[in-house]
């Protein structure tokens, strides 16, 4: 299998969860890592910070830069692209992985709280995006990944969080739009998602969300590896889901994968029922 050796991946947030799994796969590869986000002081709630994250990477055999970042302010995106091309020489990878939440209705959503969502979630998605794209055009198998789900018309994913779901699904349109203009010069533009909820830190703080009926960050971080190492012009265009992408790379046992083997997995949002 491909692997990520020498390659340099941008990725938004991944202090925590799910983004830090996907750098630790790519660092066990030996891969260059950028992590871009806000947390350089110890959160009351969540663990990690982005130099906590730099030291779990260098330790998994890779090299990583920590650049303090507030994806909704332009200036400081650019900065840190321009750090991780000072430091590594180049972008091969963006993984749009910082998001907001908020599964509030629409009276219960106040202008702040739908502004910030917007802010990181498709703003900040093309922001990251908008910045890296001129250097990953002189990649040579360049790929953005958006964790971000399919776009899904069915009411039932609007009527309780409008708020949140416009802002995800602006992350997908991202997808949609970028990889069709992107397409002719090579670089692969994709979402993945995951097909049960996922037991981060973050989503402990969610009341009623059930990690324990979830799966571990690891197999959001194996899908993403086996995407990330696919070759960019034959791949793109995509709204992939992490157990169907793994079960193409010949996964067939997902069990190590669950909090508690056994236990009903809770199919994650945007999703309508799966077999």
């Known amino acids: 299998m491909a692997d990520l050796k020498g390659k340099t991946m941008f990725i938004s947030g991944g202090s925590r969860g799910i983004g830090l799994a996907i750098a630790l796969r790519a660092a066990r590869d ?3 890592v950028v992590i871009a986000a806000k947390t350089t002081e ?10 906590t994250a730099a030291e779990e990477i260098e330790a998994a055999g890779g090299k990583a830069l920590p650049v303090q970042t507030d994806i909704r302010e332009e200036d ?50 093309y922001l990251c995006s908008r910045a890296c ?13 958006t964790l971000s789900p399919p776009l899904n018309l069915n009411p039932r ?17 991202c997808v949609l739009g970028m990889a069709e203009e992107f397409k002719e010069d090579g670089v692969a533009v994709n979402a993945l998602w995951p097909r049960t909820t996922i037991a981060t830190a973050a989503l402990q703080i969610i009341p009623g969300a059930r990690p ?19 070759d960019a012009a034959s791949l793109t265009g995509r709204f992939l889901i992490d157990e169907e992408v793994l079960r193409e790379a ?21 999703l309508d029922e799966r077999s």
């Open 157 to 173: 994913w609007f009527r309780d969080h409008v708020a949140y779901t416009i802002a995800k699904y602006g992350m997908s349109m």
């Open 212 to 230: 324990e009926a979830g799966r571990r960050p690891e197999i959001m971080a194996d899908a993403a590896h086996y995407v990330l190492t696919r």
């Open 250 to 270: 010949g996964v067939s046992d997902f069990a190590a994968y669950a909090v508690n083997p056994g236990e009903k997995l809770r199919v994650d949002l945007f």
């Open 133 to 145: 794209l001129p250097h990953l055009l002189r990649a040579p198998n360049p790929h953005i990944l």
């Open 76 to 125: 400081q995106v650019l900065a840190a692209v321009e750090q991780a091309v000072e430091r590594f020489g180049g972008i091969d990878i963006l993984v749009n992985n910082a998001s907001a939440i908020s599964l509030t209705n629409t009276l219960e959503t106040p202008m702040k709280r739908f502004d910030l969502m917007m802010g990181i979630n498709t703003r900040g998605t």
């Open 42 to 51: 110890p959160h009351p709630k969540l663990p990690g910070t982005i130099y």
């Open 30 to 32: 030996g891969a260059n």
